[in-house]
């Protein structure tokens, strides 16, 4: 039985030998331009759409020339799923197992450095947020090959004369998997988690994060993936959507992105639920916007470092970041201090510069979007912008930024910004009640959220009263950082559908469960006792 274990984290020390390998790599992987296919069916597939992968930290570097597949080759991926599907699905469990264990091998020895520097220079991860990253994918794998192994052993009773057993079998059809920039892990958990339990998948990763996305493949590659069973397709949205979402074989949409995008997505196979064969699964992981709640009995020292960790690191561009925080007025003057001294000192600029905290965020387009929310602050009469600027000559560099808000549902309190933005408002301390509602219902969000708190009367009332808040809650803790096996990670409300990544409830998404009996005593009475006269 393939047991979970959690990947230790190495830490790059000065001076030690993992962080001169590390370097090296860096050093290697910045100086070479790859060639970057989709790969349908055990080989490369080349078109003649073409997409620059740059380092967001200089994006006048190119890193990599990627294929964005065309519409002949996202129909070939389909059609090499479906011919793979049934010998994947019938391969013995433990034979799948292993080809997942050799992958979790090699990440953790000769890939680690490979996949830490894809996604340092492809993401602009900092060194300690690039091995998360890898030990998280690891995690994943390892968490889901022995959830496999606990739903198969799930077992009906027995009853004499009969025999009851369960066959937990893969879905009818493709699952499509569509991946996010901000996680290689997310990749790793929305291609691997379906294909574990015997299903084939059409991978696209994001285009922003297609370095690490091609290295891990090739991992699985190494590790013995056979053709067809997870097809890596980096392609734009709305062709591989036009071709896989009405095909009569789609049978599974895994998905990590925005709210507007898994909107549009649910919608669009509902218009097509009369070509399907199956009724698909949808499962699927979007916007968020992470709160602290302060109490005034909250350590101010705690409070400030949660604020600074849970907002900007990886620049804020995590779904469960700290975006919003409620702070009560007698504590406001100490924590405001604190905060704005502490950013003063936190170094942005080049991943490769490890005494850095914070990168660039991914492209153009997000810099802009933040860009207009800092605008939009600096020009309103309800805001205050208290620090923050960006700049996008060299590097898509937004700098740490705090917005103090006068009202609790100014806009950047409630709009998703994934970004390095993090903004106040300052409650009185007889209004508690009031800011506790304003943090449950005045945003459409459900994912993260923590409460900072001294007392455990208060913290058992903010706990209830903030239940639907989050799906992940933390209790003086920032409210980033679910470890896979620790705190299963999934939103409530408009944040996904909560099924909780990493878990065996996330993996009984994708089986399709068969009951079965054999008779061994039937019977050739068709009348029973209570029919008997008296």
């Not at 559908?497 to 089986?511: A, E, F, Q």
Request: aromatic share 12%; glycine share 8%; net charge negative.
């Amino acid at each position: 039985m393939p047991v979970a274990v959690s990947e230790p984290i190495h830490h790059y020390a000065p001076g030690s030998s993992e962080r001169a390998s590390l370097k090296a790599e860096l050093e290697r992987q910045a100086n070479t331009v790859i060639d970057i296919p989709a790969y349908i069916d055990g080989k490369p597939y080349y078109s003649s759409q073409k997409y620059q992968v740059v380092m967001p930290h200089d994006h006048g570097h190119v890193l990599a020339e990627a294929v964005l597949t065309d519409d002949k080759g996202i129909n070939l991926a389909i059609e090499s799923a479906m011919a793979a599907k049934e010998s994947w699905a019938e391969m013995p469990w433990e034979h799948r197992a292993a080809i997942f264990l050799k992958a979790i091998h090699l990440i953790r020895e000769e890939w680690r450095d490979r996949l830490n520097a894809a996604t340092m220079l492809g993401q602009s991860k900092t060194c300690f947020q690039a091995e998360i990253d890898v030990c998280e994918s690891c995690d994943f794998l390892s968490f889901y090959l022995s959830g496999m192994h606990e739903i198969y052993g799930h077992q009906p009773l027995e009853t004499e004369g009969s025999f009851n057993r369960m066959e937990y079998r893969a879905l009818d059809g493709f699952v499509l998997a569509l991946s996010p920039f901000n996680f290689l892990a997310m990749g790793v958990n929305l291609a691997c988690a379906p294909a574990i339990m015997g299903n084939v998948v059409i991978w696209k990763p994001a285009p922003t994060a297609l370095l690490s996305a091609w290295y891990f493949y090739q991992a699985l590659l190494e590790a013995g993936l056979p053709p067809g069973v997870i097809n890596f397709v980096p392609a734009r949205g709305t062709d591989i959507s036009r071709i896989a979402l009405p095909h009569p074989d789609f049978g599974g949409l895994h998905f990590t992105g925005s709210n507007a995008t898994f909107s549009s997505l649910w919608k669009n196979i509902a218009l097509n639920l009369n070509n399907y064969r199956q009724f698909p699964r949808i499962v699927g992981e979007t916007g968020g916007k992470g709160f602290i709640f302060v109490h005034n009995t909250a350590e101010v020292p705690k409070v400030v470092a949660a604020m600074i960790r849970g907002a900007f690191e990886y620049q804020g561009q995590k779904c469960s970041a700290a975006t919003r925080v409620y702070v009560p007025g007698s504590l406001w003057p100490d924590i405001k201090k604190m905060l704005l001294d502490k950013i003063a000192e936190l170094k942005v600029g080049d991943i490769c510069d490890f005494t850095n905290f914070m990168g660039a965020v991914i492209d153009q387009t997000a810099f802009n979007k933040i860009k207009s929310y800092i605008d939009y602050a600096n020009e309103s009469d309800d805001a205050e912008v208290l620090t923050g600027h960006y700049d996008d000559s060299k590097g898509y560099f937004v700098y740490p930024t705090i917005i103090e808000a006068k009202t609790p549902r100014f806009k950047t309190m409630v709009e998703e910004i994934f970004g390095p933005v993090l903004t106040i408002y300052v409650y009185e301390d007889k209004e508690l009640e009031v800011a506790v509602n304003n943090c449950n219902k005045d945003t459409p969000y459900g994912l993260t959220g923590s409460v900072f708190a001294g007392p455990r009367d208060v913290i058992q009332d903010l706990e209830k009263k903030l239940s639907r808040a989050a799906g992940n809650f933390y209790i003086n803790d920032k409210p980033t950082g679910s470890t896979v096996g620790q705190q299963p990670f999934g939103g409530t409300r408009l944040s996904g559908t909560n099924d909780k990544t990493g878990t065996t409830m996330h993996l009984y998404r994708w089986v399709s469960a068969r009951s079965i009996k054999e008779n061994f005593v039937f019977t050739d009475d068709v009348s029973y006792i209570s029919m008997e006269e008296q």
